[in-house]
């Protein structure tokens, strides 16, 4: 089972440069998250999705978009990339019908110059 | 004020040391609680899930305070292998069961 994958592992923008970054998980939850984890601030919600065609803001949306498509698929978008952006990313699965467990992925580290 | 919220530490303990984070959470409408444990520059493990009535897992115990919106986490007999951060999670509540919030985490170094 590949679980949770996040692609790109790593990536450097400019500032001002949009990029994606993609989450895709093979367990058919229902419920996908995005974190974002910087030094001393824990994981800090961005965004998260409660099926298909469903999408909800966290504590830090802004200057970050997401769609879903589909169950498997939970994509990042950011527009203009800022040097605050500059971070760890996490994606998320889970299924309500578990425990509650969160599935990560291993994360993305997004450098903005 | 965040909605979940933990000391940051660090603890510094010796082996064998019995010791305990607290966290805090401000949405009273939260049904469910977890402990996670995560290793530097790794992704967040689940540790437990915190039940109403308390729980176990071998050398953690796990408790919940509906009334006073605060779960904690105790270590008995402390092993080097435990250093790591422990992040409390809470959900949003009935309606939000999808949003699952963090706190900073609190940092536990067992030394030897």
């Known amino acids: 089972n590949a679980g949770v994958t996040q692609t790109p592992k790593f990536q450097v923008l400019k500032t001002g440069q949009s990029m994606t970054l993609q989450c895709a998980q093979d367990m058919n939850h229902e419920y996908m998250s995005w974190y974002r984890q910087d030094p001393g601030m824990g994981l800090r919600l961005i965004h998260y999705?409660?099926?298909?065609?469903?999408?909800d803001q966290g504590e830090v949306p802004n200057g970050y978009n997401v769609s879903r498509s589909t169950t498997e698929d939970f994509p990042l978008r950011l527009l203009s990339a800022a040097p605050s952006q500059t971070s760890v990313y996490f994606c998320?699965?889970?299924?309500?019908?578990?425990?509650?467990?969160?599935?990560f992925g291993e994360g993305s580290r997004l450098t903005v110059l | 004020r965040k909605e979940v919220e933990q000391d940051p530490g660090p603890f510094n303990v010796p082996e064998g040391a019995t010791v305990a984070f607290n966290c805090t959470y401000s949405n009273s409408a939260s049904q469910s609680f977890f402990w996670y444990r995560q290793d530097c520059r790794k992704e967040p493990k689940l540790l437990m899930s915190?039940?109403?009535s308390g729980n176990e897992d071998g050398r953690f115990t796990a408790q919940l305070n509906r009334a006073s919106q605060y779960i904690s986490l105790l270590i008995r007999d402390s092993k080097l292998s435990d250093s790591a951060t422990y992040l409390c999670?809470?959900?949003?509540?009935?309606?939000?069961?999808?949003?699952?919030?963090f706190g900073q985490g609190t940092t536990l170094q067992v030394k030897p």
């Open positions: 998320a699965s889970f299924s309500q019908g578990d425990t509650g467990e969160l599935f």
């Open positions: 999670v809470v959900n949003g509540g009935s309606g939000n069961t999808g949003k699952l919030i």
């Open positions: 999705s409660v099926g298909a065609g469903i999408t």
């Open positions: 915190v039940y109403s």
